[in-house]
């Protein structure tokens, strides 16, 4: 072995660079035995093979193989290789894929709703990384925006069912948070009438733009008043041309008189400001309402999952009785007049809406509501807050809410109305008939252009003879 030793040393004393390649042979395990490996060396152009022999050394009890080799590349460094980290290496690769299996694995489909997968994953899965390791489950998310289920795997029962304990848990923080947008509401559609599509459309290409043409006047007239005092500005230029101008010279021995009428001067228009437009007052076109969307709201919902859905479904069909008692089973109409605000003063509006009026004695309209907000409060479908605010019904023209924030713009929460007040304040929209209540999905829209109906229950058209 010392020979071998020497030899090695000299093969790898050579500067040159080599390529190594160890060429292993069988070890036997059951005994503790020395054998042979050959190792080539190959020059770079492949003309020169060296060959070594390498000593390899097994144990029975740990079964570990070692080979040293003195490798001098290109520093001359040695290299020590362990059968024994190799292994280890291997072992770290399965720990750090997908988990092994046990002999017995449990799992539970937990359908949690779509809209609320998010809460579950966090920000690039940072809790569902820690709900695991905590937990001691993993959790499998589904592929697809659509579905509503998740997964959840464990080695007992017993895990499995706190861990789907602690989800609900999750879920339920994130339903009560403002996060969590409402999917779903209760709707009494009005742009069914065409005759109204029509004028919310008027009503907004008048104000988005007559607001430019009526700044535009405004400029006009200044430009005007300009022009009546042209005479005067001239005059003063004139005055200014006679005036002398002493230049001081040198070490100011002389003094030198020079006529600034005999200087040409070159004269600039002045710069106009520039006129304010529909945006500089916070209006865009996404702040109105879709003409074809255009509703009374009697109730919003959070309805997260199928089964949610389902329920406020069967909620709603099973009081179309209950509703047309409470009218009376006569048919309700309404009227649509003027302007008013929900939120803020004329010059920093929010929320902008036309007043509703039930046409005729009592409030039969109020009154059909309030079965209706019952009922689902009752089915368990209503936060608390939302139960005990007052209704108010009213019919959304422009919403801040539904603007997003342009890129290099800054943050407006409210739009100047004052205008529109002038122009609109006292429009008659019209009166029209409810014919239905909705449960409508929000985002989703039917071919109609108005929310996706989920279910609905007639109000009374025609008036009942006994």
Not at 208 to 220: A, F, S
Not at 346 to 375: N, T
Not at 387 to 393: D, T, V
């Amino acid at each position: 072995m010392d020979g071998a030793r020497d030899n090695q040393g000299a093969v790898y004393g050579d500067k040159k660079k080599k390529i190594i390649n160890p060429v292993w042979r069988p070890v036997s395990t059951q005994a503790s035995v020395n054998e042979e490996s050959l190792v080539k060396h190959v020059s770079e152009d492949g003309s020169q093979i060296q060959e070594m022999h390498c000593s390899i050394s097994s144990n029975v009890s740990d079964a570990q193989l070692s080979v040293e080799v003195a490798e001098a590349v290109n520093e001359g460094t040695d290299l020590t290789l362990s059968s024994s980290a190799l292994l280890d290496d291997i072992k770290d690769e399965t720990l750090e894929g997908e988990p092994v299996p046990s002999a017995e694995r449990h799992s539970l489909s937990v359908e949690v709703g779509a809209s609320v997968i998010r809460f579950i994953k966090g920000k690039e899965g940072s809790t569902q990384q820690k709900f695991e390791k905590e937990m001691g489950v993993k959790i499998i998310l589904p592929s697809s925006k659509k579905e509503d289920s998740i997964i959840i795997e464990g080695n007992s029962t017993d895990s499995v069912a706190r861990a789907s304990e602690k989800i609900r848990a999750i879920i339920a923080e994130a339903v009560e948070s403002p996060s969590l947008e409402y999917s779903h509401f209760v709707s009494l559609p009005l742009a069914v009438y065409p005759e109204l599509v029509d004028k919310l459309v008027n009503f907004q290409n008048t104000i988005l733009g007559i607001t430019d043409v009526c700044l535009d006047e405004n400029v006009g007239s200044k430009s005007n008043e300009d022009a009546s005092d042209s005479e005067e500005k001239e005059q003063q230029v004139d005055q200014e041309h006679k005036v002398a101008v002493e230049l001081n010279i040198g070490d100011n021995s002389e003094r030198v008189k020079v006529d600034r009428t005999s200087i040409p001067i070159v004269g600039y228009e002045a710069k106009a400001s520039r006129p304010s437009t529909s945006s500089d007052l916070g209006i865009y076109k996404s702040i109105f309402i879709k003409p074809k969307t255009f509703h009374l709201t009697v109730l919003m919902l959070k309805l997260w999952n199928k089964d949610r859905v389902n329920a406020a479904t069967n909620v709603l069909k099973s009081i179309s009785s209950k509703v047309m008692d409470a009218l009376d089973n006569r048919p309700l109409f309404i009227r649509l007049k003027g302007l008013d605000l929900m939120r803020g003063s004329k010059d920093k509006a929010r929320i902008l809406y036309a007043p509703v009026e039930e046409i005729g004695d009592g409030d039969r309209l109020l009154h059909a509501c309030q079965v209706i907000i019952d009922a689902f409060n009752e089915a368990g479908l209503v936060f608390r807050r939302d139960y005990n605010k007052k209704l108010k019904l009213h019919a959304t023209l422009m919403k801040i809410r539904h603007e997003k924030r342009r890129k290099g713009t800054r943050r407006v929460d409210y739009f100047d109305a004052r205008d529109i007040f002038k122009q609109f304040g006292s429009k008659e929209w019209g009166e029209y008939l409810i014919k239905e209540a909705h449960l409508s999905q929000r985002f989703v829209y039917d071919e109609s252009g108005f929310y996706h109906c989920c279910a609905s229950i007639p109000f009374p058209e025609n008036m009942q003879v006994d």
